[in-house]
Each structure stands twice: as C-alpha cells, then as structure tokens.
C-alpha cells in the first residue's frame, strides 16, 4: 500500500500546479497575479509553506512585476506570522513535556557546590570521593552539559578510556596529561573529559543498562576493570538526566528565536501594509 506524501511534497505539487495553471494565462502579469491569488488562499487555509514557496517562485519566475512582488512581502509577513505561532505552539507543548522530565529527574540528582563551578550528580554517588573510587563519574554542570571523570591506579598512565559489553565498545577521546585536565599529581590518575570526548560513553552506559560493562583505561599500558552497579547506574542516570536538560535548553533557545521572528514578521507587516490590497 503506497504511503500518503509528505508534507514537503505535497508543498511541491501544489507549488507546481499553481505554476502550471499561470502558464495557461497570457501575460506575465497574470501569471503572477494567479500565483499571489494562490497564495493568499494558501495563506487563509493555513498552509504557510506553501504560501512561502509560491511567493518564491512570483520572485524568480516574474521579477519585472514588480506590484505583484510588493504585495507579496506583506503576504510573505502575514505567511511566517502564521508559520511561527504554529511552531511556538508545537514548541510549547515540548517543553512543558520537557520540564516534567527534568523536575522527575531532578529529585534523583544532587547539586553539588565547587569554588569554580558547581554540578550535578546522582544522589547515590554523592559520598564517593573521586581520588580514591577508580571508574568513571558522571557530572552536570549547571547549564546541563554533561562531562565525566575518570579515576585511576597510578601506574596505568591513562590517556583515554573505553567502556565494552557484549561484543560493542565505546571509547573517549585521548586526553595528554597536563597537570589539569589529566592530572596525575594526587596519586590517582584523574582525567576530566568534555562531552565532545566523552559523550559515546554516556549513550552506551545508558543503552547497556543491566549488563556487566568493563572499563578500560586505555594508556601505556590497559588495565580493565569491571564497573560497580551503581556507578554504571549513576553513569546512565546523569547521562539521561543531561540529555533532558539540553533538550529544554534548545527548546527554550528556539523559543527565543521563533518570538524574535515573529516580531520582525510584525513589523515587516505594519511597513508594508499600506503597500497592498489585503
């Protein structure tokens, strides 16, 4: 059974049927007027990126008219006013999902207050000092980024780390010791990665939940270990927890751009009305 067409090519076809039907008229003018007429009635129905996209082709297939194209930028404003309170709706609906998510997920977690920044970890890890507990320790900062540290015997002189399970691997990105991002000053080789370096292991900690998951701290030499329950937990746990937190905060970046959109589309409106008949 053939599916129904997506809405980009639904877009397509009634673009090109306008088209069609304003090569039957005579003039260009007509032919513009008829794809304005087109697209305001694509407007008044909701279909905004249709609307966009004939007021397109008016642009590149008629540029001489240049009263049809006039009107066009009001309708264009009144086209993305509509598309934009569209998608500020569907955003909302998003985050208030979101919020719900990251207030369930925040009764799990603890903030945790540093000199320097503080962060978010699981509440069950909020005991274990880092020096003396080798594995890996997961970490939010306040603006949900997530990063990790890793702990490790001195001796093993690690650069990296790489978590495996079930035939599957995941590895972090090689961290050369300097004193501060791989600090082996403590008696502990401490490696803090960045999510950029680190975020393959947060997706596989969260995907084998349940399963017996061996650490590797890769260096001069390897050295494996089996990672605690608990920590392969709390590891999973921060790692959903971030992805939650940077969901809400992409939303609400989107957000801020869609309400600057649709004041600009405003405006563009109040300049150009008195430019149209509408």
Partial sequence: MLNEPSDKFKVLYATVLAVAMSACSNSA????????ESASESVESGNYTNAIALLDSIDSLYPGEV???RNG????????????????????????????????????MTFVSNP?????I??????VAVE????????????GVFYLISSAKGGTKSLGVMLSAGGEEARS??????????????????????????DTLGRFALSHIGQPVKLTFVGATNRSITMTKPQLDALAEVYSASVV??????????KNKLEQQLTISRSQQARTFKDSDK
């Fill in 29 to 36: 003018s007509d032919k513009a007027n008829n794809l304005y």
């Fill in 67 to 69: 009263e049809v194209r």
């Fill in 73 to 108: 930028m009001y309708l264009r404003a009144k086209a993305i006013e509509g598309q934009t309170l569209k998608d500020l709706q569907t955003n909302d609906s998003l985050s208030v999902i979101a919020k719900t998510d990251a207030e369930n997920l925040k009764s799990v």
């Fill in 116 to 120: 320097v920044e503080g962060y978010y």
């Fill in 122 to 127: 699981a509440s069950s890890q909020k005991d």
């Fill in 132 to 143: 003396s507990t080798e594995g890996l320790h997961a970490r939010i900062s306040p603006d």
């Fill in 173 to 198: 990105a090689t961290v050369q010791p300097d004193g501060e991002r791989n600090d082996r000053s403590r008696g502990s080789e401490i490696i803090t990665f960045t999510q950029a370096e680190c």
């Fill in 245 to 254: 937190f940077s969901r809400l905060r992409l939303l609400q970046m989107q």
